[in-house]
């Protein structure tokens, strides 16, 4: 806790991130064991950099939906939420307010051959592009983990067609749209 005081007060580029994450993202998920797959510290910083720096470790207010898209504050603890790059790569480093407990960390890969500019843009690069046209009509998307739920008045039959076609899924009876990759 004294060095992230210390890097808050100094003002400093910083992220916190685990260093198994960074080894997932450097071994493009073969490894994440630090001990299995050591990196040079010359590597790293010529290799990693901060992109959108750390808002610091902290305590913060999140808005949940329920399923009814009723929206509730709680408090989360949460390690500062970042931007790196991994080599020619891009990865938020966050947590997923959803999560058990207090929220789950993670470390999602964008997919974008450009830097995000902010937080913001970098939570939304993770959206599928149906998500993002739902939430621009109004829609109430709620979201757990990398699962997007969007209201919709289609028909089974009409859902059905979309798994034939190969843009969504079923599994335990429920039909569902394909997702991004996490690590």
Not at 35 to 56: F, H, K, M, T
Not at 59 to 75: A, I, L, S
Request: charged share 25%; net charge negative.
């Amino acid at each position: 806790m004294q060095v992230l005081s210390s890097l808050e007060d100094a003002h400093a580029r910083f992220a916190v991130v685990p260093f198994h994450s960074i080894v997932a993202a450097w071994t493009d998920g073969e490894s994440d064991d630090w001990d299995q797959a050591p990196l040079a510290i010359s590597d790293l910083q010529r290799e990693v950099g901060i992109i959108v720096p750390s808002e610091g470790e902290r305590w913060k207010e999140v808005e949940v939906k329920d399923k009814y898209g009723h929206t509730d504050t709680t408090t989360i603890h949460t390690l500062g939420d970042s931007v790196l790059r991994v080599k020619d790569r891009f990865y938020l480093s966050a947590v997923d307010e959803t999560g058990l407990g207090m929220g789950m960390y993670f470390l999602a890969e964008l997919a974008t051959d450009r830097a995000p500019a902010s937080l913001q843009d970098a939570f939304n690069a993770l959206k599928p592009p149906a998500v993002r046209e739902a939430e621009a009509q109004g829609a109430s998307v709620l979201r757990q983990g990398e699962w997007f739920a969007i209201p919709t008045k289609l028909l089974t039959s009409e859902l059905m067609r979309d798994v034939q076609r190969g843009v969504a899924g079923v599994r335990a009876r429920r039909a569902q749209a394909y997702q991004g990759r996490t690590r």
